[in-house]
């Protein structure tokens, strides 16, 4: 699988504008300003090919990338306090309706911030995946911002906190500072369409 070959397709804020699924998927599942939109970038070896920004919130749409005879789906976070009652609705109907919409979802990827405890966002998330028989991997993003000895400890607790989930699950390590697990995910992803 080429990554390099990656090309912007469509994005959908609403279900209704979903369109039927003809590949095989990938999807990125997390809360706001995790650090989706940077992984998909740092995967596909491109500075921008999904908007990133400082300030969480700021996918409202499901963005889709096509990759050969494939594609990836950057969902938008979870979790945004500052989100009027009808956004969260909206989203959430957009989120179930992807989940729920026959797609052929191969993989998707948790993602949790590394430096903190995984929120019950985060465990729900790993619940309504493990639910719906969509397998997960769970990626540990901003892994560069702690030091050998925090790294090894927040890996030992994530264990824990995720409790059942963590059974036959790979977590992954992840920064875009330096590299850190981005060819394990592409690994991933190639083994999980094939």
């Given at each position: ?39 998909i970038n ?54 179930e309706g ?26 729900s998330m ?69």
């Amino acid at each position: 699988m080429n990554f390099n070959n990656a090309q912007f397709e469509k994005a959908f804020g609403t279900f209704a504008q979903l369109e039927e699924s003809n590949m095989p998927e990938v999807c990125f599942c997390g809360r706001s300003n995790v650090g989706k939109s940077s992984l998909i970038n740092k995967i596909l070896n491109r500075k921008s090919i999904a908007r990133v920004s400082s300030k969480p919130g700021k996918t409202v749409t499901i963005n889709f990338y096509k990759v050969d005879n494939m594609r990836l789906v950057d969902l938008p976070g979870y979790g945004y306090a500052k989100v009027n009652f009808s956004e969260r609705e909206r989203w959430s109907e957009l989120m179930e309706g992807y989940f729920k919409s026959n797609r052929d979802i191969k993989m998707a990827f948790q993602l949790i911030d590394m430096r903190h405890p995984a929120t019950d966002f985060d465990l729900s998330m790993l619940d309504f995946l493990s639910q719906m028989g969509i397998p997960f991997t769970v990626v540990l993003t901003k892994a560069d911002k702690l030091n050998k000895t925090e790294t090894n400890k927040r890996l030992e607790a994530i264990v824990k906190e995720l409790g059942p989930f963590a059974k036959d699950t790979k977590i992954i390590p992840f920064s875009i500072q330096n590299n850190t697990g981005a060819e394990a995910l592409r690994e991933i992803i190639e083994t999980a369409i094939s």
